[in-house]
């Protein structure tokens, strides 16, 4: 069994299992329209983290001041505004 990308492949052949060991050790280039789907999904997951972090100001017994709505706002529309980590201006945590 070989694991590439995540996957385990079985292999009939000594020469399958190189061949996969080799691409595993080269991978292809990636194109540029998957490096970009790449760095905005790096950018949704950071986003998500942070607001994970303060999804505990949105609970029903507990009122958020405008500073917080307006902190979780931005971090929502983050993606409309960026494309990548690289790039990114993180609004200030209230």
Known sequence: MIEYKGEL???DTEAEAEA???LA???PALSAEEI???ELMR???QRDELL???DWWA???LTMTPEQSAYRQALRDIT?????LAEVVWPEKP
């Open 52 to 54: 994970a972090e303060t």
């Open 43 to 45: 950018l949704r997951m």
């Open 20 to 22: 996969l060991y080799q």
């Open 9 to 11: 492949y079985d292999c």
């Open 25 to 27: 050790l080269n991978p």
């Open 36 to 38: 970009a789907e790449d």
């Open 59 to 61: 609970s029903s017994d």
């Open 80 to 84: 409309e505004t960026y494309s990548s």
